[in-house]
């Protein structure tokens, strides 16, 4: 199986190559990713914990899903192929902002993303991907603020920086 590649990408976010994952990683290039949320009616977010055997970050708590873009896929085409990878549904999404961010990880990799941040809404249980996932959750978003300053810990080292960002766009954006 071949590696999966990354959009290495300037900050104007136009395109500049492509990068084994792993070595866009220990290299922290600038590459695109993007974020999935998904809420539910009651404006819950559906959290995933990542899976045990990850390479990096297992059994944290995350956002719906992340991942990358693959060459010459749009930013809700990757958004909806992983969300079903994972989670094992399809829904509408829509893509609400981007910004980038560097976050290092304990065992020397480091994420530098261009994240194209996503929403999109649904109200069934998922059927996920042990491969992927490990567990998931509904939660309020002012109960994982709240749980986030107090156990941040259990929280990815990516969805801390972006649920920030999510939660500050929720403040100044009617979605």
Same mark, same amino acid.
């Given at each position: 199986m071949e590696e999966e590649k990354v959009i290495l990408v300037n900050e104007l976010d136009e395109p500049i190559g492509l990068m084994p994952k792993l070595? +866009?990683?220990?290299? +922290? %290039?600038l590459h695109r990713a993007f974020s999935v949320f998904i809420l539910n009616d009651k404006k819950e977010i559906m959290l995933q914990q990542r +899976?045990?055997?990850? #390479? !990096?970050?297992? $059994?944290l708590w995350? =956002?719906?899903?992340?991942? !990358?873009? %693959?060459e010459g896929e749009t930013n809700v085409q990757a958004g909806k192929r992983r969300l079903?990878?994972?989670?094992g549904f399809k829904t509408e999404i829509k893509?609400? /902002?981007?910004? &980038? #961010?560097k976050a290092p990880f304990d065992n020397g990799l480091t994420e530098? @993303? $261009? *994240?194209?941040?996503?929403?999109?809404? #649904? =109200?069934? +249980?998922?059927?996920i991907n042990l491969e992927e996932v490990e567990d998931w959750k509904w939660m309020n978003i002012e109960e994982v603020k709240k749980d986030m300053l107090i156990h941040p810990e259990k929280y990815t080292v990516w969805f801390k920086i &972006? /649920? *920030?960002?999510? #939660? !500050? /766009? $929720?403040? @100044?954006?009617?979605i």
């Open positions: 070595e +866009a990683h220990q290299k +922290a %290039r +899976a045990q055997h990850k #390479y !990096h970050s297992p $059994l995350t =956002n719906t899903c992340c991942s !990358h873009q %693959r079903y990878e994972e989670m893509e609400l /902002f981007h910004f &980038i #961010y530098h @993303e $261009l *994240d194209h941040v996503m929403v999109g809404y #649904y =109200n069934e +249980a998922p059927e &972006i /649920f *920030d960002e999510f #939660y !500050h /766009f $929720l403040e @100044e954006h009617t």
